[in-house]
């Protein structure tokens, strides 16, 4: 029987800042409790190209880690390197296309470090999703693709991680999004004026602190203090997600220095859920940082090291970015979109 027909697809899935609530959205906290997080897309992409092939072959290759490997059709992938690329390629082939596999080069790139608390590695799979949506004929929703995503990261894969990610990326914008009971999300995406949303927009900076992170082992801890009832972590869990309600709040009247004094206590609280979420050299930059104008900053994701933005009125955000790059950092503005993601042909 002939194998699949389809062109050459890409997708693209933006990364995304965590403004607020980041760590509610982890089991067994929103399982519980439910969970709230306030998040913003930037024009920083995960890169998904699906390929097809004539030699029966199966490739994966990392653009931006140098990684490619390639496997016959029918050959076990458990040796694969590139974990999210079988992850996906496994799972869309077995619930889309009869567990037959078929042969293409799945190739991706993405615009930030791994590790860099952008949900970099969680746009990376809803765009290899995405793509692999459009080649399958696959009837997915942006919830859908969000929800497979989540699974093939955190059940089909075990990584650990919460569930954020995956919907900024499926949906893109600036997003106040709920994790309930019973596996209920819902996204909603907020309304505020082109003049609340440039001003916030010019009053952020990010800076790469120069060390990717492991999320993993700092969130693996704040599972643990949730699943052993830890008060310390528990309170903490709920300062950020009443933290999450209220950015949404002063975001949406334009209260940028509400926000920002949110953002400071959200920040000690984030610290309060586990060890290494701040490290020396964050503090450093930090100090930096607030010493050169800025009003708030903050960890993006888990902590530990990546991506760190900070509040400051749009006429102190050159001296504040010029002061970070001296202290080693790597500071750049801040752009938002409001796409998810997206596929197309060639």
């Given at each position: 029987m002939a194998g699949l027909i389809f062109r050459k697809t890409r997708a693209r899935a933006p990364l995304r800042l965590g403004l607020a609530g980041g760590g509610t959205d982890l089991s067994p906290y929103c399982d519980?409790?439910?969970?709230?997080?306030?998040?913003?897309?930037?024009?920083?992409?995960?890169?998904?190209?699906?390929?097809?092939?004539?030699?029966?072959?199966?490739?994966?290759i990392s653009d931006d880690t140098g990684v490619e490997e390639s496997f016959e059709v029918d050959e076990p992938l458990s040796a694969a390197k590139l974990l999210l690329h079988r992850g996906v390629y496994q799972r869309m082939m077995a619930d889309f296309n009869g567990g037959k596999r078929e042969p293409m080069t799945v190739r991706t790139t993405v615009d930030a470090p791994a590790g860099s608390g952008l949900g970099s590695s969680s746009a990376l799979v809803v765009a290899l999703v995405d793509a692999l949506r459009v080649v399958l004929g696959a009837p997915l929703g942006p919830y859908d693709v969000a929800r497979l995503a989540f699974e093939i990261e955190r059940i089909d894969l075990a990584l650990s991680g919460g569930r954020q990610d995956q919907y900024a990326a499926a949906f893109g914008g600036l997003n106040f999004i709920e994790f309930l009971r019973e596996d209920r999300v819902i996204v909603n995406p907020l309304r505020v004026s082109d003049a609340i949303s440039n001003e916030f927009e010019c009053s952020l900076v990010t800076c790469f602190s120069g060390r990717s992170r492991q999320s993993a082992e700092i969130i693996d801890r704040q599972t643990m203090g949730l699943k052993t009832a830890d008060a310390r972590t528990v309170e903490a869990m709920d300062r950020l997600k009443y933290d999450a309600i209220e950015m949404k709040r002063a975001l949406l009247v334009g209260s940028i220095t509400r926000m920002a004094e949110i953002m400071n206590d959200s920040w000690k609280s984030k610290q309060a859920t586990a060890t290494g979420v701040s490290t020396a050299r964050i503090d450093e930059l930090f100090d930096v940082a607030m010493r050169s104008?800025?009003?708030?900053?903050?960890?993006?994701?888990?902590g530990g090291g990546g991506f760190m933005f900070f509040i400051v009125t749009p006429e102190n955000r050159y001296t504040l970015m010029h002061a970070l790059n001296e202290a080693g950092g790597q500071a750049t503005p801040v752009k938002f979109v409001n796409r998810g993601s997206e596929t197309w042909h060639l």
């Open positions: 519980q409790f439910g969970g709230a997080v306030l998040n913003v897309t930037i024009d920083r992409y995960a890169f998904a190209s699906i390929i097809p092939r004539s030699d029966g072959r199966v490739c994966f104008g800025a009003q708030s900053g903050k960890v993006s994701g888990a």
